[in-house]
């Protein structure tokens, strides 16, 4: 069967999360069209997510090989196996549902942490023509990007206002996944009324979201 991989980021559990809130109701609704599927999750703020030391590579983005890595400490080897598990359970998927609010512009820290694990050598990426190249257009490939935000952006000031969506979405193209949509849960604000009507407003596009990636 094919993968959909949810990746959320926020420390908030999933009735208090906006994002955590409309991307369960996008997956429920992705599985009810798409029963074909079957998903994956993976929480940043509860999954240990490595940070990558120089000791972990041989190259540039390239975690060092299984007799290299013997050498080192037990823990280290730890991490690179984490690591390499991160990056195969990313390739393996099909589908990427990412749960995140914007914060200072930008997402929380885990998910960049994450990305790093997941930008590895001869799997998502390769240097091999010189240059790096995407390794992620082998198969069709499709990322949701749900965000909230408290207040109410305007599309004028979103390409600098949105950095976060503009990071992922750059590297997730990088990475040669071309199809990349965002389903934005703006003007949350600061009672549980805005949260509600934000959260049913971003609720209902969810359909016209999945009608377009065209599973």
Same mark, same amino acid.
């Not at 030391?53 to 975690?63: G, L």
């Not at 589908?95 to 609010?101: K, L």
């Given at each position: 069967?094919?993968k959909?991989?949810?990746?959320?980021?926020n420390?908030?559990?999933?009735?208090?999360?906006?994002? %955590?809130?409309?991307?369960?109701?996008?997956?429920?609704?992705?599985?009810e069209k798409?029963?074909?599927?079957?998903?994956?999750?993976?929480d940043?703020?509860?999954?240990?997510?490595?940070?990558l030391?120089?000791?972990?590579?041989?190259?540039?983005?390239?975690?060092v090989?299984?007799d290299?890595?013997?050498q080192?400490?037990?823990k280290?080897q730890?991490?690179?196996?984490?690591?390499?598990?991160?990056?195969?359970?990313?390739?393996?998927a099909s589908?990427?549902?990412?749960?995140?609010?914007m914060w200072?512009?930008?997402f929380?820290?885990?998910?960049?942490?994450?990305?790093d694990?997941?930008?590895q050598?001869? +799997?998502?990426i390769?240097?091999?023509?010189? %240059?790096?190249e995407?390794?992620l257009?082998?198969?069709?490939?499709s990322?949701?990007?749900?965000?909230?935000?408290?207040?109410?952006?305007?599309w004028?000031l979103?390409?600098v206002m949105?950095?976060?969506i503009?990071?992922?979405?750059?590297?997730?193209?990088?990475?040669g996944? %071309?199809k990349?949509e965002?389903?934005?849960?703006?003007g949350?604000?600061?009672?549980?009324?805005e949260?509600?009507?934000?959260i049913d +407003?971003?609720?209902?596009?969810i359909d016209?979201?999945?009608?377009?990636? %065209?599973?």
């Open positions: 069967m094919k959909l991989l949810y990746i959320s980021v420390s908030k559990p999933e009735d208090l999360s906006a994002s %955590k809130t409309v991307a369960r109701k996008f997956i429920n609704r992705f599985l798409n029963k074909d599927f079957t998903v994956e999750e993976v940043l703020y509860k999954e240990h997510i490595p940070r030391e120089y000791q972990y590579f041989e190259k540039r983005n390239c975690i090989n299984e290299d890595a013997k080192l400490d037990d280290d730890i991490e690179i196996q984490k690591i390499r598990e991160l990056c195969d359970q990313f390739v393996d589908v990427y549902v990412i749960a995140a609010p200072s512009l930008s929380p820290a885990p998910l960049k942490e994450y990305i694990c997941i930008m050598d001869q +799997k998502t390769t240097f091999d023509s010189g %240059k790096p995407g390794l257009n082998n198969i069709d490939r990322v949701v990007y749900i965000q909230s935000s408290g207040g109410h952006i305007p004028i979103k390409p949105n950095k976060g503009n990071y992922v979405e750059n590297i997730i193209k990088f990475m996944i %071309k990349f965002e389903l934005l849960v703006d949350t604000g600061f009672t549980e009324q949260r509600k009507e934000a +407003k971003a609720v209902g596009k016209d979201v999945i009608d377009s990636m %065209k599973y």
